[in-house]
C-alpha cells in the first residue's frame, strides 16, 4: 500500500444507516491514500485516505488496495 493508490474500506460490519462517520455521511467508502502516519502494530500501517466524504484516517488492515497509483 502506497500514497496515491485507490483503496476500498475492508467489508464493513455496518448495518443499513447504522450512524458511522461512512453511512452518516453516504460514502461510496472508496478513496485515495494521502499519507502514511505511521507502520502500525499490525505492519500495515496508520493511513489518512481522502474518501468522497472527506479526509479519514484508517489502519492498513481495514483497507483494500483496488489500484495503484502511478
Known amino acids: ?3 496515491g493508490d485507490l483503496v476500498k ?3 464493513a ?8 462517520w461512512f453511512c452518516y455521511n453516504k ?5 485515495i491514500i494521502l499519507e502514511k502516519l505511521s507502520s502500525g502494530v499490525d505492519g500495515a ?3 489518512t ?8 484516517r484508517l489502519y492498513g488492515s481495514e483497507l483494500e ?6
Open 27 to 31: 460514502s461510496t467508502r472508496q478513496g
Open 45 to 47: 500501517g496508520y493511513w
Open 9 to 11: 474500506t475492508a467489508e
Open 65 to 70: 488496495v483496488i489500484s495503484e497509483g502511478g
Open 49 to 56: 485516505v481522502l474518501f468522497d466524504a472527506g479526509g479519514w
Open 1 to 3: 500500500m502506497n500514497v
Open 13 to 20: 460490519p455496518c448495518y443499513r444507516d447504522c450512524g458511522c
